[in-house]
């Protein structure tokens, strides 16, 4: 079982950044990125692949979000520039042992963390 702990969430204007942490405990093929506005469906932001460093993001976030890895591969940051309001949600991030890390199919995910909140005002 992987343990994931996020961090970093919080309160930004519009236009603003934010990098959020997860911190994982265990061996794990990939890390993504969901999040979760109230209402709304869990969607998929990044994901990583541990073993090859590649990545994957939604179109949404694409030129303005980046996932990274520390190098301890202890830590998956999730890097947001250019922040909208529209990226105000619970940021989850959690594991999955695949050969491939493309794709958001929250199912497909085992292990979860418990979430950080990020909130973008005008």
């Known amino acids: 079982q992987v343990r994931l702990v996020e961090s970093g969430g919080g309160s930004v204007q519009a236009g603003g950044s934010l990098r959020l942490s997860c911190e994982v405990s265990g061996y794990t093929d990939c890390v993504g990125w969901f999040r979760q506005a109230p209402g709304k469906e869990r969607e998929g932001v990044a994901t990583f692949n541990v073993a090859t460093g590649s990545t994957f993001y939604t179109d949404s976030v694409k030129d303005r979000f980046s996932i990274s890895q520390a190098n301890a591969k202890k830590t998956v940051y999730l890097h947001m520039n250019s922040l909208k309001q529209e990226d105000t949600a619970m940021y989850y991030c959690?594991?999955?042992?695949?050969?491939?890390?493309?794709?958001?199919?929250?199912?497909?995910?085992?292990?979860w963390g418990q979430g950080t909140q990020v909130t973008v005002s005008s």
């Open positions: 959690a594991a999955k042992m695949s050969r491939g890390c493309y794709g958001f199919n929250p199912g497909a995910y085992t292990d």
